[in-house]
Protein backbone atom coordinates (compact mmCIF):
# COMPACT_ATOMS: atom_id res chain seq x y z
CA UNK A 1 0.00 0.00 0.00
CA UNK A 2 1.17 3.70 -0.35
CA UNK A 3 -0.03 6.64 0.44
CA UNK A 4 0.92 9.61 -1.25
CA UNK A 5 0.79 12.81 1.15
CA UNK A 6 1.37 16.34 0.08
CA UNK A 7 -0.22 19.49 0.83
CA UNK A 8 0.17 22.55 -1.55
CA UNK A 9 1.42 26.18 -0.50
CA UNK A 10 -1.42 27.85 -1.54
CA UNK A 11 -1.39 31.90 -3.49
CA UNK A 12 -3.13 34.30 -2.07
CA UNK A 13 -6.38 35.53 -3.69
CA UNK A 14 -6.55 39.25 -2.25
CA UNK A 15 -3.09 39.66 -4.11
CA UNK A 16 -4.43 40.76 -7.06
CA UNK A 17 -6.46 43.09 -5.15
CA UNK A 18 -4.47 44.68 -2.43
CA UNK A 19 -1.01 45.01 -3.70
CA UNK A 20 -0.15 48.39 -2.57
CA UNK A 21 -1.71 48.09 1.51
CA UNK A 22 0.57 44.74 1.31
CA UNK A 23 3.51 46.71 0.18
CA UNK A 24 3.14 49.28 2.82
CA UNK A 25 2.66 46.32 5.74
CA UNK A 26 6.80 45.54 4.90
CA UNK A 27 5.55 41.92 4.04
CA UNK A 28 8.22 39.69 2.27
CA UNK A 29 7.64 39.10 -2.01
CA UNK A 30 6.82 35.52 -0.44
CA UNK A 31 4.49 36.53 2.20
CA UNK A 32 2.36 38.42 -0.08
CA UNK A 33 2.12 35.51 -3.30
CA UNK A 34 1.45 33.06 -0.88
CA UNK A 35 -1.47 33.04 1.65
CA UNK A 36 0.03 31.87 5.05
CA UNK A 37 -3.25 31.84 6.70
CA UNK A 38 -4.97 29.97 4.74
CA UNK A 39 -2.29 27.28 4.38
CA UNK A 40 -1.85 26.93 8.20
CA UNK A 41 -5.53 26.55 8.38
CA UNK A 42 -6.13 23.97 5.62
CA UNK A 43 -3.37 22.01 7.27
CA UNK A 44 -4.22 21.78 10.71
CA UNK A 45 -7.84 21.13 9.89
CA UNK A 46 -6.52 18.20 7.42
CA UNK A 47 -4.08 16.80 10.14
CA UNK A 48 -6.59 16.73 13.11
CA UNK A 49 -9.15 14.86 10.91
CA UNK A 50 -6.56 12.67 8.54
CA UNK A 51 -2.74 12.61 9.65
CA UNK A 52 -2.87 12.10 13.14
CA UNK A 53 -5.75 9.74 13.00
CA UNK A 54 -4.16 7.84 9.93
CA UNK A 55 -0.85 7.68 11.62
CA UNK A 56 -1.99 6.37 14.81
CA UNK A 57 -3.87 3.61 12.55
CA UNK A 58 -1.37 2.91 10.81
CA UNK A 59 1.20 2.62 13.88
CA UNK A 60 -1.32 0.21 15.41
CA UNK A 61 -1.23 -1.86 12.45
CA UNK A 62 2.21 -2.16 12.60
CA UNK A 63 2.38 -3.02 15.88
CA UNK A 64 -0.11 -5.50 16.27
CA UNK A 65 1.08 -7.33 12.95
CA UNK A 66 5.01 -6.58 13.59
CA UNK A 67 5.08 -10.85 14.96
CA UNK A 68 2.86 -12.37 11.83
CA UNK A 69 4.56 -14.38 9.60
CA UNK A 70 3.10 -11.63 6.99
CA UNK A 71 3.37 -8.16 9.03
CA UNK A 72 1.63 -4.94 7.23
CA UNK A 73 3.72 -2.42 5.35
CA UNK A 74 3.10 0.68 3.85
CA UNK A 75 4.95 3.19 2.36
CA UNK A 76 4.73 6.90 1.92
CA UNK A 77 5.00 9.41 -0.99
CA UNK A 78 5.64 12.59 0.96
CA UNK A 79 6.49 16.47 -0.42
CA UNK A 80 8.49 18.88 -0.01
CA UNK A 81 5.56 21.65 0.83
CA UNK A 82 3.93 18.92 3.26
CA UNK A 83 6.76 18.19 5.31
CA UNK A 84 7.64 22.18 5.66
CA UNK A 85 4.70 22.57 6.65
CA UNK A 86 4.31 19.51 9.16
CA UNK A 87 7.70 21.16 10.98
CA UNK A 88 6.09 24.55 10.96
CA UNK A 89 2.63 24.05 12.05
CA UNK A 90 2.55 20.57 13.48
CA UNK A 91 5.86 19.14 14.23
CA UNK A 92 4.03 15.79 16.15
CA UNK A 93 3.63 14.15 12.90
CA UNK A 94 7.37 14.48 11.80
CA UNK A 95 7.83 12.72 15.18
CA UNK A 96 4.84 10.03 14.52
CA UNK A 97 6.83 9.51 10.85
CA UNK A 98 10.22 8.87 12.00
CA UNK A 99 8.67 6.41 14.21
CA UNK A 100 6.82 4.50 11.54
CA UNK A 101 10.00 4.26 9.70
CA UNK A 102 12.41 3.47 12.67
CA UNK A 103 10.12 -0.01 12.96
CA UNK A 104 10.96 -1.22 9.28
CA UNK A 105 7.71 -1.40 7.75
CA UNK A 106 7.64 1.80 6.11
CA UNK A 107 9.40 2.85 3.41
CA UNK A 108 9.55 6.57 1.78
CA UNK A 109 9.33 7.06 -2.34
CA UNK A 110 11.15 9.37 -3.73
CA UNK A 111 9.37 12.81 -5.60
CA UNK A 112 9.97 16.08 -6.89
CA UNK A 113 10.57 18.45 -3.95
CA UNK A 114 7.10 20.66 -5.13
CA UNK A 115 5.05 17.89 -6.60
CA UNK A 116 5.34 19.72 -9.72
CA UNK A 117 5.23 19.88 -13.51
CA UNK A 118 9.01 19.71 -13.93
CA UNK A 119 9.32 16.21 -15.72
CA UNK A 120 7.59 18.13 -18.21
CA UNK A 121 9.60 20.49 -19.00
CA UNK A 122 11.30 20.73 -22.52
CA UNK A 123 15.21 20.39 -22.65
CA UNK A 124 17.69 18.89 -20.54
CA UNK A 125 15.22 18.13 -17.41
CA UNK A 126 17.39 19.88 -15.36
CA UNK A 127 14.75 21.55 -13.03
CA UNK A 128 13.57 18.01 -12.36
CA UNK A 129 16.79 16.62 -11.17
CA UNK A 130 17.58 19.46 -9.13
CA UNK A 131 13.62 18.98 -7.50
CA UNK A 132 14.45 15.42 -7.25
CA UNK A 133 17.75 15.73 -5.18
CA UNK A 134 16.16 18.89 -3.71
CA UNK A 135 13.33 16.03 -2.41
CA UNK A 136 15.98 13.28 -0.90
CA UNK A 137 18.03 15.89 0.78
CA UNK A 138 14.56 17.22 3.33
CA UNK A 139 13.63 13.07 3.29
CA UNK A 140 16.79 12.75 5.32
CA UNK A 141 17.34 15.76 7.01
CA UNK A 142 13.22 15.88 8.44
CA UNK A 143 12.90 11.59 8.28
CA UNK A 144 16.06 10.30 8.40
CA UNK A 145 15.21 8.39 5.25
CA UNK A 146 17.24 7.29 2.07
CA UNK A 147 14.89 6.93 -1.10
CA UNK A 148 15.01 4.16 -3.58
CA UNK A 149 11.89 3.98 -5.32
CA UNK A 150 10.40 6.99 -7.32
CA UNK A 151 6.67 8.07 -7.47
CA UNK A 152 6.64 11.25 -9.74
CA UNK A 153 3.69 13.89 -9.44
CA UNK A 154 0.38 11.99 -9.66
CA UNK A 155 2.45 9.23 -11.02
CA UNK A 156 2.93 11.34 -14.34
CA UNK A 157 5.22 9.05 -16.46
CA UNK A 158 7.18 8.55 -19.95
CA UNK A 159 10.39 6.69 -21.13
CA UNK A 160 12.12 9.89 -20.90
CA UNK A 161 11.21 10.54 -17.05
CA UNK A 162 12.09 6.87 -16.74
CA UNK A 163 16.01 7.43 -17.84
CA UNK A 164 16.31 10.84 -15.67
CA UNK A 165 15.00 8.41 -12.90
CA UNK A 166 17.23 5.23 -13.76
CA UNK A 167 20.34 7.71 -13.82
CA UNK A 168 19.38 9.21 -10.18
CA UNK A 169 19.93 5.98 -8.34
CA UNK A 170 16.66 4.55 -8.32
CA UNK A 171 15.82 1.01 -8.52
CA UNK A 172 11.94 1.04 -9.53
CA UNK A 173 9.15 3.95 -10.31
CA UNK A 174 5.35 3.55 -10.23
CA UNK A 175 2.66 4.93 -12.69
CA UNK A 176 -1.34 3.73 -13.56
CA UNK A 177 -1.92 0.55 -14.76
CA UNK A 178 -3.62 1.99 -18.03
CA UNK A 179 -5.31 -0.63 -20.32
CA UNK A 180 -3.94 2.04 -23.63
CA UNK A 181 -0.34 1.10 -22.61
CA UNK A 182 -0.72 -2.27 -21.09
CA UNK A 183 -2.71 -3.60 -23.91
CA UNK A 184 -3.33 -7.28 -22.87
CA UNK A 185 -0.97 -7.07 -20.23
CA UNK A 186 -2.09 -6.74 -16.32
CA UNK A 187 -1.30 -3.93 -14.00
CA UNK A 188 -0.32 -7.10 -11.29
CA UNK A 189 3.18 -7.89 -12.63
CA UNK A 190 6.62 -6.55 -12.42
CA UNK A 191 7.61 -4.44 -15.64
CA UNK A 192 11.25 -2.95 -16.99
CA UNK A 193 10.96 0.79 -18.24
CA UNK A 194 11.88 0.84 -21.79
CA UNK A 195 14.88 2.78 -22.43
CA UNK A 196 16.77 1.82 -19.22
CA UNK A 197 19.40 -0.93 -17.82
CA UNK A 198 17.32 -1.65 -15.14
CA UNK A 199 14.50 0.69 -13.90
CA UNK A 200 11.61 -1.31 -12.82
CA UNK A 201 8.27 -0.26 -12.89
CA UNK A 202 5.34 -1.24 -10.73
CA UNK A 203 1.65 -0.18 -12.23
CA UNK A 204 -1.25 0.80 -10.17
CA UNK A 205 -4.25 -1.37 -9.81
CA UNK A 206 -6.71 1.92 -9.93
CA UNK A 207 -9.72 -0.16 -9.81
CA UNK A 208 -9.01 -2.11 -6.46
CA UNK A 209 -7.55 1.22 -5.45
CA UNK A 210 -10.59 3.58 -6.07
CA UNK A 211 -12.63 0.73 -4.54
CA UNK A 212 -11.45 2.22 -1.36
CA UNK A 213 -10.44 5.71 -2.52
CA UNK A 214 -13.77 6.85 -4.32
CA UNK A 215 -16.31 4.19 -3.37
CA UNK A 216 -16.15 3.06 -0.07
CA UNK A 217 -18.62 5.11 1.39
CA UNK A 218 -20.71 5.54 -1.97
CA UNK A 219 -24.21 4.19 -0.61
CA UNK A 220 -25.26 3.96 -4.02
CA UNK A 221 -22.36 1.77 -5.14
CA UNK A 222 -23.92 -2.12 -5.73
CA UNK A 223 -21.20 -3.28 -3.31
CA UNK A 224 -21.67 -1.08 -0.46
CA UNK A 225 -20.82 -1.42 2.14
CA UNK A 226 -17.22 -2.56 1.74
CA UNK A 227 -16.38 -4.86 4.23
CA UNK A 228 -12.23 -5.74 4.87
CA UNK A 229 -12.92 -9.62 4.31
CA UNK A 230 -14.79 -8.62 1.42
CA UNK A 231 -12.00 -6.30 0.28
CA UNK A 232 -9.43 -9.04 1.28
CA UNK A 233 -11.33 -11.89 -0.87
CA UNK A 234 -11.14 -9.38 -4.41
CA UNK A 235 -7.42 -9.22 -3.64
CA UNK A 236 -6.87 -12.62 -2.85
CA UNK A 237 -9.02 -13.63 -6.10
CA UNK A 238 -6.69 -11.19 -8.40
CA UNK A 239 -4.34 -12.93 -10.78
CA UNK A 240 -0.92 -12.03 -10.91
CA UNK A 241 2.38 -11.18 -8.81
CA UNK A 242 1.41 -8.16 -7.27
CA UNK A 243 -1.04 -5.50 -6.62
CA UNK A 244 -0.17 -1.95 -6.33
CA UNK A 245 -3.02 0.04 -3.90
CA UNK A 246 -2.04 4.01 -4.29
CA UNK A 247 -4.13 6.53 -2.65
CA UNK A 248 -4.50 10.10 -1.56
CA UNK A 249 -3.94 9.70 2.74
CA UNK A 250 -6.81 11.55 2.40
CA UNK A 251 -8.67 9.05 1.60
CA UNK A 252 -8.83 8.25 5.47
CA UNK A 253 -10.29 10.85 7.39
CA UNK A 254 -10.69 13.64 4.85
CA UNK A 255 -12.33 12.32 1.77
CA UNK A 256 -14.33 9.43 4.04
CA UNK A 257 -15.00 11.01 7.42
CA UNK A 258 -14.16 8.83 10.41
CA UNK A 259 -18.36 8.44 10.59
CA UNK A 260 -17.86 6.10 7.58
CA UNK A 261 -16.02 3.79 9.24
CA UNK A 262 -13.14 4.21 7.23
CA UNK A 263 -10.69 3.30 9.55
CA UNK A 264 -12.33 0.40 11.03
CA UNK A 265 -11.79 -1.25 7.43
CA UNK A 266 -8.31 0.11 7.60
CA UNK A 267 -7.39 -1.26 10.98
CA UNK A 268 -9.24 -4.72 9.87
CA UNK A 269 -7.57 -5.13 7.05
CA UNK A 270 -4.63 -6.54 7.81
CA UNK A 271 -6.55 -9.29 10.01
CA UNK A 272 -8.25 -9.95 7.29
CA UNK A 273 -4.90 -10.63 4.65
CA UNK A 274 -3.31 -12.54 7.24
CA UNK A 275 -6.14 -15.49 6.81
CA UNK A 276 -5.58 -15.78 2.66
CA UNK A 277 -2.31 -17.54 2.20
CA UNK A 278 -1.52 -16.51 -0.72
CA UNK A 279 -1.35 -12.83 0.23
CA UNK A 280 1.23 -10.69 1.97
CA UNK A 281 2.74 -6.87 2.37
CA UNK A 282 5.32 -5.78 0.57
CA UNK A 283 6.76 -2.38 -0.09
CA UNK A 284 7.75 -1.16 -3.59
CA UNK A 285 11.90 -1.86 -2.92
CA UNK A 286 10.67 -4.90 -1.78
CA UNK A 287 8.57 -6.23 -4.87
CA UNK A 288 11.74 -4.63 -7.14
CA UNK A 289 14.52 -6.56 -5.32
CA UNK A 290 12.20 -10.19 -5.31
CA UNK A 291 10.29 -10.31 -8.02
CA UNK A 292 10.99 -10.83 -12.23
CA UNK A 293 10.10 -8.19 -14.62
CA UNK A 294 7.54 -10.17 -17.06
CA UNK A 295 8.05 -7.37 -20.25
CA UNK A 296 8.73 -4.32 -21.02
CA UNK A 297 6.79 -1.14 -21.26
CA UNK A 298 7.04 1.71 -23.12
CA UNK A 299 5.09 5.22 -22.89
CA UNK A 300 6.61 7.71 -25.37
CA UNK A 301 6.42 11.32 -24.68
CA UNK A 302 3.55 12.09 -26.58
CA UNK A 303 1.36 9.47 -24.56
CA UNK A 304 2.12 10.47 -21.06
CA UNK A 305 0.32 9.08 -18.65
CA UNK A 306 -0.96 9.67 -14.87
CA UNK A 307 -3.57 8.54 -12.54
CA UNK A 308 -5.62 11.82 -12.61
CA UNK A 309 -8.66 11.47 -14.13
CA UNK A 310 -10.55 9.27 -16.00
CA UNK A 311 -8.27 10.07 -19.02
CA UNK A 312 -5.14 9.41 -17.22
CA UNK A 313 -2.85 11.38 -18.80
CA UNK A 314 -1.52 15.29 -18.48
CA UNK A 315 -4.43 16.82 -19.20
CA UNK A 316 -5.94 17.58 -15.26
CA UNK A 317 -2.79 20.37 -15.55
CA UNK A 318 -2.97 20.93 -19.88
CA UNK A 319 -5.89 20.74 -21.36
CA UNK A 320 -6.99 23.77 -21.75
CA UNK A 321 -5.46 27.27 -22.90
CA UNK A 322 -5.61 28.83 -19.60
CA UNK A 323 -3.56 25.45 -18.39
CA UNK A 324 -1.01 25.69 -21.06
CA UNK A 325 -0.12 29.40 -21.12
CA UNK A 326 -0.02 29.42 -17.49
CA UNK A 327 3.11 26.24 -17.99
CA UNK A 328 4.65 27.70 -21.30
CA UNK A 329 5.24 30.67 -19.40
CA UNK A 330 6.69 28.97 -15.83
CA UNK A 331 8.86 26.98 -18.08
CA UNK A 332 10.20 29.51 -19.95
CA UNK A 333 11.30 31.48 -16.88
CA UNK A 334 14.19 28.93 -16.13
CA UNK A 335 17.25 30.44 -18.00
CA UNK A 336 16.28 34.05 -16.66
CA UNK A 337 15.72 32.51 -12.62
CA UNK A 338 19.09 30.62 -12.97
CA UNK A 339 20.96 33.86 -14.29
CA UNK A 340 19.73 35.51 -11.18
CA UNK A 341 20.86 32.44 -9.07
CA UNK A 342 19.10 34.17 -6.26
CA UNK A 343 17.66 31.89 -3.15
CA UNK A 344 14.39 33.49 -2.85
CA UNK A 345 13.62 34.11 -6.47
CA UNK A 346 14.36 30.16 -7.44
CA UNK A 347 12.31 29.23 -4.01
CA UNK A 348 9.36 31.12 -5.48
CA UNK A 349 9.17 30.00 -8.83
CA UNK A 350 9.55 26.43 -7.54
CA UNK A 351 6.56 26.47 -5.31
CA UNK A 352 4.66 28.71 -8.62
CA UNK A 353 5.43 25.36 -10.00
CA UNK A 354 3.35 23.39 -7.78
CA UNK A 355 0.87 21.21 -9.85
CA UNK A 356 -2.26 22.51 -7.42
CA UNK A 357 -1.81 25.82 -9.40
CA UNK A 358 -2.95 24.75 -13.17
CA UNK A 359 -4.73 21.96 -11.81
CA UNK A 360 -7.17 24.19 -10.19
CA UNK A 361 -7.60 25.68 -13.57
CA UNK A 362 -9.08 23.10 -15.31
CA UNK A 363 -12.35 22.73 -17.22
CA UNK A 364 -13.54 19.57 -17.07
CA UNK A 365 -17.16 18.52 -16.31
CA UNK A 366 -18.84 15.78 -14.73
CA UNK A 367 -16.97 13.80 -12.25
CA UNK A 368 -13.48 15.04 -12.63
CA UNK A 369 -14.63 18.14 -12.98
CA UNK A 370 -16.07 18.01 -9.00
CA UNK A 371 -12.81 16.84 -7.88
CA UNK A 372 -10.52 19.58 -9.21
CA UNK A 373 -13.54 22.01 -7.70
CA UNK A 374 -13.19 19.72 -4.32
CA UNK A 375 -9.47 20.75 -3.90
CA UNK A 376 -9.94 24.13 -5.68
CA UNK A 377 -9.46 27.28 -2.78
CA UNK A 378 -10.99 28.82 -5.63
CA UNK A 379 -14.52 29.97 -6.88
CA UNK A 380 -13.87 29.14 -10.31
CA UNK A 381 -10.85 28.23 -13.34
CA UNK A 382 -11.12 31.61 -13.93
CA UNK A 383 -10.78 33.02 -10.51
CA UNK A 384 -8.03 30.43 -10.27
CA UNK A 385 -6.30 32.28 -13.71
CA UNK A 386 -6.70 35.42 -12.31
CA UNK A 387 -4.59 34.73 -8.87
CA UNK A 388 -2.12 32.77 -10.65
CA UNK A 389 -1.56 34.92 -13.34
CA UNK A 390 -1.40 38.75 -11.40
CA UNK A 391 1.34 36.20 -9.05
CA UNK A 392 3.04 35.53 -11.89
CA UNK A 393 3.28 38.34 -13.75
CA UNK A 394 4.21 40.62 -10.59
CA UNK A 395 7.16 37.66 -10.25
CA UNK A 396 7.96 37.85 -14.12
CA UNK A 397 8.09 41.67 -13.35
CA UNK A 398 10.80 41.24 -10.65
CA UNK A 399 12.96 38.53 -12.51
CA UNK A 400 13.26 40.76 -15.48
CA UNK A 401 13.98 43.73 -13.53
CA UNK A 402 16.66 41.34 -11.54
CA UNK A 403 18.19 40.02 -14.81
CA UNK A 404 18.70 43.38 -16.36
CA UNK A 405 20.40 44.74 -13.15
CA UNK A 406 22.65 41.95 -13.11
CA UNK A 407 23.17 42.60 -17.05
CA UNK A 408 24.28 45.97 -16.81
CA UNK A 409 26.36 45.44 -13.89
CA UNK A 410 28.36 42.73 -15.81
CA UNK A 411 28.50 45.38 -18.82
CA UNK A 412 29.94 47.87 -16.41
CA UNK A 413 32.19 45.40 -14.93
CA UNK A 414 33.53 44.29 -18.40
CA UNK A 415 34.24 47.73 -19.66
CA UNK A 416 36.19 48.38 -16.58
CA UNK A 417 38.08 45.02 -17.04
CA UNK A 418 38.82 46.01 -20.49
CA UNK A 419 39.96 49.55 -19.76
CA UNK A 420 42.29 47.99 -16.78
CA UNK A 421 44.32 45.43 -19.84
CA UNK A 422 44.33 48.78 -21.98
CA UNK A 423 45.95 50.52 -19.82
CA UNK A 424 47.99 47.77 -18.54
CA UNK A 425 49.25 47.01 -22.00
CA UNK A 426 50.10 50.74 -22.81
CA UNK A 427 52.28 50.67 -19.69
CA UNK A 428 54.21 47.28 -20.58
CA UNK A 429 54.86 48.74 -24.11
CA UNK A 430 54.66 52.57 -24.08
CA UNK A 431 54.55 54.83 -26.82
CA UNK A 432 58.01 54.50 -29.10
CA UNK A 433 59.47 51.76 -27.58
CA UNK A 434 61.18 48.72 -29.42
CA UNK A 435 60.48 45.56 -28.88
Known amino acids: MVLEIHQPIRLSQSFPFERLPRIAEGLSITDRYFDKKLNEEVFRKVARKCYYPTFSALSSMIETTKDWERPFKVSFGVS ?28 ILGNTYYHSLASLFPGDKREFVEQVREHQSI ?20 DTIAKVVESLGFEGILSEGVESILGWRSPTFLYSAMGTQNLRLLLRHYKLTDDIGFRFSQKSWVEYPLTADKYANWLTSTPGDMILLAM ?8 HWVETGIFEFLKALPVEVSKLKDLTWATPREI ?41 RMAALEPYVREVSRKEVTDIWRLLQQSDHVYYM ?72 RK
Open 139 to 158: VKSSLGAETKIFENTEFIYN
Open 80 to 107: GPYLEQAIRYEPELIEMMKSLIRTGKVD
Open 288 to 328: VRNLAPLGIISVPEQKTISWADVEKDASAWLQNPMQRISFD
Open 362 to 433: STKSGGPGEVHSYFSPHSSAAEALVVFDSVLTDYEGRVGALVSENRKKKTAHDSDKSKEETKRAQTSHPKGS
Open 248 to 255: DIETFGEH
